[in-house]
């Protein structure tokens, strides 16, 4: 495919859901920004879409470092002279410890890596999207399911990830005099490397351990490259991929 002449920056897209989600745009003709920690992740990644032979840059990037961030968005820009669509997903979490055992340096790994990486990119995208002709575009934030409710033992992921929904709000806001929409997808349980432990067991709400089912990762890419192909004037605000079958929905 040539492409279709729309640039997008997938962040954490080195694995796992950010892989899919640059692969599936990649699929659909964008030329993809891949950025996240490891280099090597990030070419494999544009290695594995090579075959549809649209343009790609990996950088990689610490994405809490604000100066690491705007050389990121200095690069895309020199590149691509434009961009139309940021998903801000990368993210990590703190070991699933009791909430006092946490220690301050996960606290602040958490907040970076998922609240301070989202809302860098995010600046860094209204200084392109407002002064680009055609003016604006989209961001797409990663809430999680943990935006919704918490799991036991995930204060951090999961005050960061209530945090990202009011992002999610201020930014469609604020964004709106620059014609930049943007819109959240939370996600549950997408099998990844990171979900491998549902189908042994993980902790519940009432402190049993139960396997829980999981959903193909192309569920979510599809969902964004459908959030993606919206004109401007129309907005997904918020949207929830999950496994059917997941306990989210029950009493704890």
């Known amino acids: 495919m040539n492409g279709n002449g729309k640039i997008a920056m997938i962040t954490g897209a080195g694995s796992g859901i950010g892989r899919s989600v640059a692969l599936a745009m990649m699929k659909e003709g964008y030329s993809v920004v891949l950025a996240g920690r490891r280099q090597d992740a990030l070419d494999e990644t544009a290695t594995l879409g090579a075959s549809y032979g649209v343009p790609t840059l990996a950088v990689s990037t610490d994405l809490a470092d604000p100066i690491a961030v705007h050389?990121?968005?200095?690069?895309?820009?020199?590149?691509?002279?434009?961009?139309?669509?940021?998903?801000?997903?990368?993210?990590?979490?703190?070991?699933?410890?009791?909430?006092?055992?946490?220690?301050?340096?996960?606290?602040?790994?958490?907040l970076g890596a998922n609240l301070t990486a989202a809302f860098l990119c995010t600046q860094e995208t209204f200084k392109i999207m407002k002064d680009q002709n055609p003016r604006g575009g989209r961001i797409i934030n990663n809430g999680s399911i943990s935006a919704q409710t918490p799991r036991p033992n995930s204060a951090p992921y999961t005050a960061t990830k209530h945090a990202i929904t009011g992002l999610t709000k201020s930014t469609s806001l604020d964004g709106r005099k620059y014609d930049i929409a943007c819109g959240?997808?939370?996600?549950?349980?997408?099998?990844?490397?990171?979900?491998?432990?549902?189908?042994?067991?993980?902790?519940?709400?009432?402190?049993?351990?139960a396997a829980e089912p999981t959903m193909d990762v192309s569920n979510v890419a599809s969902a964004v490259v459908f959030m993606s192909s919206l004109p401007l004037d129309a907005n997904v605000s918020t949207i929830t991929v999950m496994a059917t079958k997941m306990p989210l929905a029950g009493r704890g």
Do not use: H
């Open 184 to 209: 959240q997808i939370d996600i549950g349980n997408a099998a990844t490397n990171m979900t491998q432990k549902m189908s042994t067991g993980v902790l519940q709400a009432n402190l049993t351990v």
């Open 71 to 110: 050389r990121l968005f200095e690069k895309t820009k020199e590149r691509f002279g434009r961009l139309d669509i940021l998903f801000n997903n990368a993210g990590t979490n703190a070991p699933p410890i009791n909430l006092e055992d946490i220690t301050f340096e996960q606290w602040q790994t958490v």
